[in-house]
């Protein structure tokens, strides 16, 4: 019992004190102005409690998007890399360019960027008719792994709900450029390979960021802010053009 006293000496203090101010403020008052008394502490305390609370939970949205960050810089990037790499090696002179989802499907795709779905389809997909392997695996499986690390890192910000944190700015525009230069294999394997709903926090992200990325090419910009004339920018975009 006198261990329990002991151990328990902080919590017994701060209630014998609450009684003597109570017993204190009743005779000397009266019950009504004890009762308003406590429900001024009593709101102030709630008060204080949800500041704390929401402090608490902006803590942990901070902490969980520095995770993310990391995640996205240590894992992803690199694995970005690795498949540009491949590419390259694969076909010098291969363009990449992008697709913006707005439905996520192959029908979509090839509808509305006939040339480009066709640009990105060619990097992975052989001729069956005169190839026995349907794809290119040492194109692709290195696309899943990549694919993979995106639906972990989507997750993760669609759980913490961090996908409109501030921080994630630096990593937003990276994430939506990754899916649409590799939207035709993203949709392949999943809905030609896997057959099924794969990806679905990744394309939910997606849907989230690729509005609020800034769309005008870097030679635009720097167009904008008179570092090149406009008659470069015209002469460098037919050039683009041209060798897509």
């Known amino acids: 019992m006198k261990d329990f006293i002991k151990n328990n000496l902080l919590a017994f203090s701060i209630l014998l004190g609450g009684l003597l101010i109570s017993i204190s403020i009743y005779y000397a008052f009266n019950l009504e102005t004890l009762q308003k008394l406590f429900s001024i502490i009593g709101s102030s305390s709630l008060g204080v409690a949800l500041a704390a609370y929401f402090y608490k939970k902006k803590q942990d949205k901070d902490v969980a998007a520095i995770d993310q960050i990391s995640f996205f810089r240590e894992k992803i990037i690199p694995e970005w890399d690795k498949v ?19 439905e996520f499907t192959i029908a979509f795709m090839r509808k509305h960027y006939s040339r480009i779905f066709k640009n990105q389809l060619n990097m992975f997909f052989n001729d069956i008719e005169t190839n026995s392997e349907i794809w290119d695996a040492k194109v692709l499986d290195p696309e899943i792994i990549l694919f993979n690390m995106l639906e972990e890192f989507s997750l993760k910000v669609l759980q913490f709900k961090t996908y409109q944190h501030q921080a994630l700015n630096s990593v937003r525009a990276a994430f939506v450029d990754i899916i649409e230069k590799n939207a035709v294999a993203l949709i392949f394997i999943r809905d030609i390979i896997a057959g099924d709903n794969i990806y679905f926090a990744t394309l939910q992200l997606y849907d989230f960021w690729k509005k609020d990325i800034n769309r005008t090419y870097l030679l635009e910009r720097l167009e904008k802010h008179g570092f090149i004339t406009k008659e470069r920018l015209e002469v460098i975009l037919q050039k683009n053009e041209k060798k897509l």
């Open 84 to 102: 540009s790499k491949i590419f390259r090696e694969k076909n010098p002179r291969y363009i990449f360019s992008q697709i913006r989802l707005n």
